[in-house]
């Protein structure tokens, strides 16, 4: 991803004036500048003319995201190594972030299957040392309570 980043200016460069381009290296430059923490929450979907238009779940990210959308911008165009997005224009569109969401969520199921194969693996091994059967079937009933607190619950 590194390299695909570093070759956006010349990517733009080589493109010329080409409107489609252009767009994907701002998607591109708004995930990597506004970072995995809001990839669910704020998704580009349109850049017209120098405005990047985002979808955002409501008026709530809206407000917090127009406060930073300056530090967005400059970030956005270093990236590009041009003045390409001038203004980010906000707009509430719960539909939007939840397909974006929705795309997002097979791998984050993979990561957390993958985690709970592991964890399942370690208590197996653990419950197979206990000789005595009542305490082993105790040990796995705590183990498994304690998983579902540590926040082992479906996604809102």
């Known amino acids: 991803m590194e390299g695909v980043i570093r070759a956006l200016p010349a990517l733009l460069r080589a493109a010329g004036g080409n409107e489609e ?14 970072g995995e923490a809001l990839r669910c929450n704020a998704v580009p979907f349109r850049l017209y003319g120098r405005t990047l238009i985002v979808a955002v ?3 709530t990210w809206q407000r917090q995201l127009e406060k930073v959308s300056g530090q967005l911008i400059f970030q956005i ?4 190594g041009q003045a390409r997005v001038t203004y980010i224009e906000f707009r509430i569109d719960p539909q939007t972030v939840q ?3 929705a795309r997002l969520r097979p791998k984050e199921h993979r990561i957390d299957e993958e985690r709970a194969l592991a964890q399942a693996e370690c208590l197996r091994v653990a419950a197979q040392r206990i000789r005595d059967e009542n305490l082993r079937r105790r040990f796995l009933l705590a183990a ?4 579902d607190r540590a926040g082992h619950t479906p996604e809102e």
């Open 99 to 101: 397909r974006e969401r």
């Open 77 to 80: 165009n270093s990236l590009l």
């Open 57 to 59: 779940p409501d008026a």
């Open 144 to 147: 498994g309570s304690c998983l």
């Open 21 to 34: 381009v252009a767009e994907v290296a701002a998607f591109v430059a708004w995930r990597r500048a506004a």
